[in-house]
C-alpha cells in the first residue's frame, strides 16, 4: 500500500486548506485512515481518523474545526481544515489501519506542510 498526501501550503490564520491522501496497491475500502501531524520541534500527534463506516473521531485541538472525510471511488481521504491558527502548522501525514481490531496504523504516507501564517 502507497499513501501519497498533497495539498499543503500557505494560508492565512481563519483561512481554510483541503489536504488529500490517496491509496495504491490495496483494498481501501476496508482500511480506517489516520491524520496525524508534526510541528516543528514537537512530537507526531493524532488529529483524527475516519473508520471503514465512516465515522470519525478527532483529537480535541481540532475538534469542531478540522473535519475527515473518505471517497472509496477515489481511494481517496480528505481532511478539511477550517478556521486556521498558527498552532496548526505542521507536517500532516495520513496512515493507513488495515488489520482488523487494530490499534496501530500500517502505513505512511510522505507528508504534506501546511503553514499558517499570522
Known amino acids: 500500500v502507497q499513501l501519497q498526501a498533497s495539498g499543503g501550503g500557505l494560508v492565512q490564520a481563519g483561512g481554510s486548506l483541503r489536504l488529500s491522501c490517496t491509496a495504491s496497491?490495496?483494498?481501501?475500502?476496508?482500511?480506517?485512515m489516520g491524520w496525524f501531524r508534526q510541528a516543528p520541534g514537537k512530537e507526531r500527534e493524532f488529529v483524527g481518523h475516519?473508520?471503514?463506516?465512516?465515522?470519525?473521531y478527532y483529537a480535541d485541538s481540532v475538534k469542531g474545526r478540522f473535519t475527515i472525510f473518505r471517497d472509496n471511488a477515489k481511494n481517496t481521504v480528505y481532511l478539511q481544515m477550517n478556521r486556521l491558527s498558527s498552532e496548526d502548522t505542521a507536517v500532516y501525514y495520513c496512515?493507513?489501519?488495515?488489520?482488523?481490531?487494530?490499534?496501530?496504523?500500517?502505513?505512511w504516507g510522505q507528508g504534506t506542510l501546511v503553514t499558517v501564517s499570522s
Open positions: 496512515a493507513a489501519r488495515v488489520r482488523l481490531l487494530s490499534t496501530s496504523y500500517d502505513y
Open positions: 496497491g490495496g483494498t481501501f475500502n476496508t482500511y480506517g
Open positions: 475516519v473508520r471503514t463506516d465512516t465515522s470519525t
